[in-house]
């Protein structure tokens, strides 16, 4: 550790100034600013797509000012949690308004996260060198699903009461630890003032210390590599003789102008659901959790919240019917693997081992519980796109056109599953649900085939770049 220096100035000097250099000398205020906005040098070809993880950090800070002011006046009890959200929406003063921007604030953030992870999927943003930053990606979004479960009880309305007790239901499927294991998430026998007690530490206090380790994470692992571009071309490739990338501009103030615009539109959409239609027509909150919690009595129709619905909708669809077609399937891929594959041997035997036990699993162990482990690997497959995409490029710009239609319908297949998710269930919604699960999930699975397969187009040297 060198001496400590203070830069000197003149006896001159504005005031700011020399207050900016006091805190300089003990702490790199200035250089984190050049360091990730004024001289972080940013692809100059970004469209559209890039505006939802500026997105996704207002929400967060929001979700966060917005949950502060609702701690001030929530009650964590289940005999006063009801009328402790009632007394914030009629008695606190504009307290519907901080109510209403948390409940759609959760919402607008899992769309802006899902419209980010589409264009990660689109342009390969997942791809090397920016593998951990897919990662922290994923932790992010697994971490978002559980802030939203654990604060989804809170309201201990109908639906959040119910809703909890099948979720947490879902554990006592693994075998041999399940009920145990359910015993312990909820803290007694039934859904209780002590699992709302555990739910709201964990929403208030556990996942939003993790979650903001993980965007802080994302950021700097981000800004060491460098952002993707809709070419997927490296522009620190080509730089001139300072270093500074060719293709590149500085993201203060050239993106911060554009993130504010994108910000402006979102506001106005988020300010007229807020005032206008908070309910969403009961997606964004459910009609039954206006009423509150009765233990005794169970809705007609339980399910979770439209962002859970996709992966709910796979676990729904793995009946007692399905498991021979899944059987099939576990053993059609381990043979793709062994006979079209380039794995080494003691690879391919392990596949087979692996295989085997699986199908051997299938045997012996329930729907429900199978149900339960393709609702958690539909989510955790994310995190294996690095490994699972062998294409030659990047960008979907320059991927065989009809990688395109995969992609396409890949994602009808997830909205479908999301429809369905809502909806009671019956033998045709059954039926589709399971056809959508194959596809989602084989989209992953087989990926490192697909992926490689067809006519690339050349990928430029530099960025394209259309000055509009």
């Not at 060198?2 to 001159?12: T, Y």
């Not at 392990?350 to 729907?367: N, S």
Request: with cysteine; aromatic share 16%.
């Amino acid at each position: 550790m060198g001496a400590f220096h203070e830069k000197k100035l003149p006896d001159d000097a504005p005031v700011s100034a020399k207050a900016l250099n006091w805190v300089d000398s003990r702490f790199p205020l200035t250089a984190t600013w050049k360091a990730h906005l004024s001289e972080y040098y940013a692809p100059k070809n970004f469209n559209f797509w890039y505006i939802f993880g500026s997105l996704a950090l207002l929400v967060l800070v929001i979700q966060i000012v917005t949950g502060i002011f609702l701690v001030m006046h929530y009650k964590p009890d289940a005999t006063l949690a009801f009328a402790s959200v009632e007394y914030i929406m009629r008695d606190v003063p504009w307290g519907w308004l901080v109510r209403y921007m948390h409940s759609t604030g959760a919402s607008a953030f899992f769309i802006v996260v899902y419209l980010h992870m589409v264009r990660g999927l689109l342009y390969g943003s997942y791809r090397k060198p920016r593998e951990l930053v897919w990662l922290f990606g994923v932790g992010i979004f697994l971490c978002l699903m559980g802030e939203a479960f654990f604060g989804y009880l809170l309201p201990w309305g109908q639906m959040s009461y119910w809703g909890a007790q099948v979720i947490v239901n879902l554990f006592g499927a693994i075998p041999f630890i399940g009920p145990d294991l359910s015993l312990w998430i909820r803290g007694d026998y039934v859904v209780s003032d002590a699992t709302l007690n555990r739910f709201f530490s964990f929403h208030v206090i556990a996942i939003p210390l993790v979650l903001i380790g993980l965007v802080v994470a994302h950021i700097i692992a981000l800004h060491e590599v460098g952002s993707n571009n809709p070419d997927g071309v490296e522009i620190k490739e080509k730089t001139d003789e300072k270093g500074v990338p060719l293709d590149g501009v500085p993201f203060h103030p050239y993106y911060t102008v554009h993130d504010i615009f994108g910000v402006s539109i979102f506001l106005m959409v988020f300010s007229a659901v807020v005032f206008f239609a908070p309910e969403m027509g009961g997606y964004f909150l459910e009609y039954n959790n206006f009423i509150p919690a009765d233990s005794l009595k169970t809705p007609p129709h339980i399910a979770p919240v439209w962002y859970f619905t996709p992966f709910y909708s796979i676990l729904r669809a793995t009946t007692a019917d399905f498991m021979g077609w899944l059987i099939a399937g576990v053993a059609a891929y381990v043979a793709l693997l062994v006979f079209k594959s380039r794995l080494s041997s003691k690879l391919k035997i392990a596949a087979i081992v692996i295989g085997l036990a699986i199908i051997g699993g299938m045997l012996i162990f329930d729907a429900k519980f199978w149900g339960v482990v393709l609702m958690g690997l539909s989510v955790v497959i994310l995190g294996g796109l690095p490994w699972l995409d062998k294409s030659q490029v990047k960008s979907i710009r320059y991927r065989p056109s009809w990688h395109k239609y995969v992609y396409l319908v890949f994602g009808i297949a997830f909205v479908i599953l999301g429809y369905l998710g809502v909806q009671p269930p019956t033998a045709i919604g059954t039926t589709v649900s399971q056809v959508c699960s194959f596809i989602y999930l084989g989209f992953f699975l087989l990926m490192p085939w697909w992926s490689a397969a067809g006519t690339f187009k050349p990928v430029p040297d530099r960025v394209v770049y259309h000055p509009h």
